[in-house]
């Protein structure tokens, strides 16, 4: 055997995105023990400026040693039980899932559609609320990766409330990329991810949940099925100060990297890299335009860090994919689902979202639909 050198890409597809450098050597720094005083310290700033990121004061707010679907599963496992009437959005691949662990875990999924490439439709949401007064908690994606649509989280939580509901909201995509405030929308129980707009390596689900989500926990009748991510163990470990107890081993060093781009993260200030998305994602929009490329999401939903567009008639998409990765060392996102092989997915994700990635991007598809 010989050890691994990946070839260096630029990575434009639905995540990962591109880790910073400085993410990747921090990540490089010597491995401690995950008792140790010093990492102690280090994983109570990442909890703080996880915090920051989330926009909220809940004290349970950590990061889940798992992928975002982890953070997912955590949400669900903890918060749904035998019998819980669910209202559940879908709008892409990421509500399917969503409604996949209601059941696992004994919930009634009500499900509320909307098409692939709209946002959740709040008037649906609210009839369901409606016709549900039995409904305990209202879940949905803030960012559809599958297809570009952003929902309106703030009034659907809203709506929620209203109706006696607790939120559970998936953030994998939207965290750092777009406005997202825990608190002052009233998300009960979020998930993120660390690869997308975090940009830093795969594999760890920041998650936090309010008050209001741990009273559903802790009055629970039957015990959180999930070993691992029961939260009542886990708290245990990621808990305040010193006396913290062996749950399972942290990963060490990655939580190095997620600690160096949170702390990226509040250098450049939360609302400029919100709008650093949203220029860098005009930019390519115009660029993609002038080449006759159309959007599949109406503009007022769209996500800037990820980019559904159709892919131009008489254009050989798997063939357009791996000429741009073998002759550009550029990743862009094949469609899911109803959308394979009809919608590209160009994603600007947090370190990928640079101009100069914007132009590569553009001249590479330009000499190859060209071709
Ligand atoms: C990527 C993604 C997930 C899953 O995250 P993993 O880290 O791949 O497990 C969940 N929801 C959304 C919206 C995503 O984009």
Redesign the pocket.
């Known amino acids: 055997m010989k050890s691994f050198n990946p070839p260096i890409r630029t990575l434009m597809g639905?995540?990962p995105s591109d880790v910073h450098p400085r993410i990747l050597s921090a990540m490089a720094r010597p491995t401690i023990g995950h008792l140790d005083p010093a990492f102690v310290g280090m994983m109570d700033e990442t909890k703080e400026a996880l915090k920051y990121a989330f926009q909220t004061e809940n004290d349970l707010t950590m990061p889940v040693s798992a992928?975002?679907?982890?953070?997912?599963e955590t949400c669900f496992a903890n918060l749904v039980e035998p019998g819980d009437k669910v209202i559940v959005c879908i709008n892409g691949v990421?509500g399917i899932?969503m409604k996949e662990n209601i059941t696992r875990f004994g919930g009634e999924a009500i499900v509320v559609e909307d098409d692939w490439g709209t946002a959740v439709s709040t008037d649906k949401v609210e009839q369901a609320l409606k016709d549900n007064p039995d409904a305990v908690i209202l879940a949905f994606?803030h960012?559809?990766?599958?297809t570009g649509a952003l929902s309106d989280a703030k009034t659907l939580c809203q709506l929620a409330h209203q109706h006696d509901c607790i939120t559970i909201v998936?953030a994998?995509?939207s965290l750092g990329g777009v406005e997202l405030r825990v608190d002052e929308w009233g998300i009960d129980a979020i998930y993120s991810?660390t690869?997308?707009c975090l940009s830093a390596m795969?594999?760890i689900?920041p998650i936090s949940i309010s008050e209001r989500a741990i009273k559903k926990l802790t009055d629970r009748k039957i015990p959180v099925t999930s070993w691992f991510l029961d939260l009542n163990l886990v708290m245990g470990y990621w808990g305040e100060g010193a006396k913290r107890t062996y749950h399972h081993t942290a990963p060490v060093n990655t939580l190095y990297g997620l600690h160096e781009s949170l702390v990226m993260l509040s250098d450049e200030g939360l609302e400029n890299a919100w709008a650093r998305h949203q220029k860098n994602h005009e930019i390519l929009r115009d660029g993609l335009e002038e080449m006759g490329i159309n959007f599949l999401v109406k503009k007022e939903d769209r996500l800037p860090q990820l980019n559904a567009v159709f892919i131009p008639e008489g254009a050989d998409d798997a063939a357009v994919r791996s000429t741009l990765l073998n002759d550009y060392n550029l990743e862009i996102g094949a469609g899911l689902g109803a959308y394979a092989g009809k919608v590209w997915r160009i994603g600007l994700m947090g370190h990928t979202s640079r101009l100069e990635n914007i132009t590569l991007c553009l001249a590479a598809l330009k000499a190859t639909l060209n071709k």
Do not use: W
């Not at 992928?67 to 997912?72: D, E, K, L, Y």
């Not at 960012?143 to 599958?146: D, G, K, L, N």
């Open positions: 639905p995540g992928p975002g679907s982890a953070g997912m990421f899932r994606v960012a559809e990766t599958s998936d994998v995509t991810g690869q997308k795969p594999g689900s």
